[in-house]
Each structure stands twice: as C-alpha cells, then as structure tokens.
C-alpha cells in the first residue's frame, strides 16, 4: 500500500512456512486419506489430564487469566526440583515465543547470534527481526552441532548462542562433556540458549543436564515445551528456566495475558500424566528403531535421532522433490531446505500403521525416482 512507513527490518525476515496440514492435502489433492508425518507431532493426541483439565476451565473463558500462570510455575518447580523456585520460570504462547521473548530482550543495535547452520530456522529469523546478524556454523561429522567452532565464532557482537537438542533436525544431543566445555569458554556478555523441545525422549545418559547450569548461576536459559510429549502444540503453551535475575529481565518481554487459563491448566495437569507420558515415550523408542532400521534397509541415509522424528539426508532429487512426491502418495513428511539442508527430509516418528504407511511410501517414490 502506497505512503505507508514499512519497517525495512521485517521485510527482510522470510516468512516460517509450517509443515501442510491433512486437511489441506485433501482439500488440495482430492484424497481421503491422508497420513501428516511432517510436524513432529504426539501420535498418541494429547494427555487425557490436560484434556479433562481444558473442558472443565473453559466454564471460565470469559474470565481473564487469574493465577493460572502463578501455579504452573511453581508446578513447574517442584517438578523440577530441588533448588529451583516459581522464580526461575518464565510462561510464553508456546517455546517459540518464549525463543522469541530471548531474541528481543537481547538482539539489538545490531547484535550477533550465534546458530548451527542446520538446526531449527526460527534462530535465524528472530535475529533478522530483531536487527541482529546471524552467524551460522557448519556442522560437524553426521550433522551433529560443532561447539568448538561456535565457541570460535563467538566475538564482542555476539548477544546469544542457540542450541537445539535433540538438534531439530538431526535428532542428535548435545553432551554434558562439550556443553561444559563450551559454557567454560563463553565470556561474560553472552546468553547460551538450550532449545529442548524433544527433550522427553531422550534415552542417552551422556545428554548435557541443561537445568543444572542455571542452578549453577550461568548465563543459560533453557526452553521447554508442552507440545510434543504432552501432546499440546495446539495449545500453545511453553516455558524458559533461568537464573531469577535473568528471569525477571526477560518478562520486560511478556505481553499482557500471553497464554489463555484453560491452556495452562491443561498444562498443568500434563505434568500430572506419568501414564500418558510414559505411554509416549515407550511408543517414540520402539517405532523409530523399528523406521531407522526399514529407511536403512531401503537405501536412504537415515540419521540415529534421540528425539520422535528421523532425518533422512542424500535423498534422490532433493528434499523438496522427495516430499512432493510422496504427498502424491497421501503422506506428508518435511523437506529441509529451510533448515539448512535441501538434500534432506524429517519424518515424524508415528503410530506402527503409519510407519509402515510411510515405509511403502517412500519405496514407492524411490521406484518412480529410479524409473527416472
């Protein structure tokens, strides 16, 4: 529109294109089943706790949020831990907004952070929104985040550090060992960000105890989500763990009434589901051993992941082509070019018939590849 004053800072930020919907699919392709492997969704649907929480606080929708945020906090703490207080969380619509809530507080005047080249691109698009400049570092041998060379890369510019792990998408951690060793390097002036989404997958005992650096009063904040063990993300609710002084800088960021009651004491009863959530990780471990091994007897270059998702690298085509190509086969799975990959694809870890839905899907595309 003619005369407006546009800000040249958000139009140089790409717009986030989520994974297609199912619905859009059918819509688009005329199909009726239709199997979504793209967005790392819980396949189990959500806790039947939060569930029964959301319809009992919807009587009060037309209230504004009372101390609904107060109690998931300290929930929050004792689920934690000894050591931590209501103090040391913050509550956002979701892990990103609680990333986006970091990224405001600290790129500015022009600051630098700090990314794995391929990792979870919103890092990169919350720099540029925010003025700052993105530095990103070439991954390691298998894709795995190289925190010597980030740790080289960090300068008097350098605000925040992103770390993604399980690293979204590789589905590798990042380890006590070199987590230790980075956090020792690290001057005074820059925030580390432990992103952990996936976190509640993990099975590897080397995995860094990120929640053990803010006790340790290190410039560290943790981010956590309620939308993948707990089956949430359409709820949109997630938190960041820090030291109280960093905590209480950080809600200079919150808006007004960020996340909805009902949504946050859905979340808080997830954290009462030992059931649910155990049936979640049970059913991520058994079936993405079961997809590693099939992709691998197929020929694709499939990645061991710790989280519910495995990254395929070196397809036939290019990632994007790939996922066309098995949407026409009613599967939707990710491509990675905006993840800093274009030779790969993600496929979401689901239930035993999707997997193996997905598994005929992808021969089938490999056969139409071959036949050129």
């Excluded at 297609?20 to 688009?28: D, H, I, L, Q």
């Excluded at 504004?64 to 040391?88: N, Q, V």
């Excluded at 619509?93 to 794995?116: K, P, Y």
């Amino acid at each position: 529109m003619k005369g407006l004053n546009l800000n040249p800072q958000l139009l140089r930020v790409p717009l986030y294109v989520a994974g297609k919907s199912a619905e859009e699919v059918r819509e688009e392709l005329g199909m009726e089943e239709v199997v979504k492997l793209a967005s790392n969704e819980n396949a189990l649907g959500p806790s039947p706790k939060a569930v029964a929480a959301l319809h009992e606080s919807l009587r009060q929708a037309h209230r504004y949020p009372g101390i609904a945020e107060r109690e998931l906090r300290r929930r929050l703490a004792d689920y934690h831990g000894a050591g931590f207080t209501e103090k040391h969380f913050i509550i956002g619509n979701g892990g990103t907004d609680v990333l986006r809530m970091i990224a405001q507080a600290f790129i500015f005047e022009a600051g630098e952070s700090i990314m794995g080249r391929v990792t979870f691109p919103l890092y990169g698009l919350l720099t540029t929104m925010f003025g700052g400049t993105s530095i990103k570092v070439d991954p390691a041998e298998g894709y795995a985040l190289d925190l010597p060379a980030m740790a080289e890369a960090v300068g008097p510019d350098t605000r925040l550090v992103w770390f993604c792990s399980p690293n979204n998408p590789s589905g590798l951690i990042i380890e006590q060992s070199e987590a230790e060793a980075f956090l020792d390097r690290l001057p005074d002036h820059v925030v580390a960000v432990f992103d952990e989404s996936y976190c509640d997958y993990v099975t590897d005992a080397a995995a860094a105890q990120s929640t053990q650096y803010v006790l340790e009063g290190r410039p560290v904040v943790v981010v956590r989500s309620f939308s993948k063990s707990a089956g949430l993300a359409n709820l949109r609710v997630g938190y960041g763990i820090a030291h109280p002084e960093l905590i209480e800088y950080l809600l200079h960021t919150v808006l007004p009434f960020n996340t909805g009651g009902p949504v946050i004491w859905a979340a808080i009863a997830s954290l009462d589901d030992d059931e649910f959530q155990e049936r979640s990780r049970k059913l991520v471990e058994k079936e993405r051993d079961f997809l590693f091994s099939r992709l691998g007897n197929l020929g694709l270059i499939a990645h061991p992941s710790q989280a519910n998702f495995i990254f395929v690298t070196d397809v036939p085509g290019g990632g994007r082509a790939f996922a066309d190509m098995m949407l026409r086969t009613g599967v939707i799975v990710r491509p990675m070019d905006a993840f800093g990959e274009p030779n790969g694809v993600r496929f979401t870890v689901g239930l035993r018939e999707q997997n193996e839905r997905l598994l005929k899907a992808v021969s089938e595309t490999l056969n139409v590849v071959k036949e050129g």
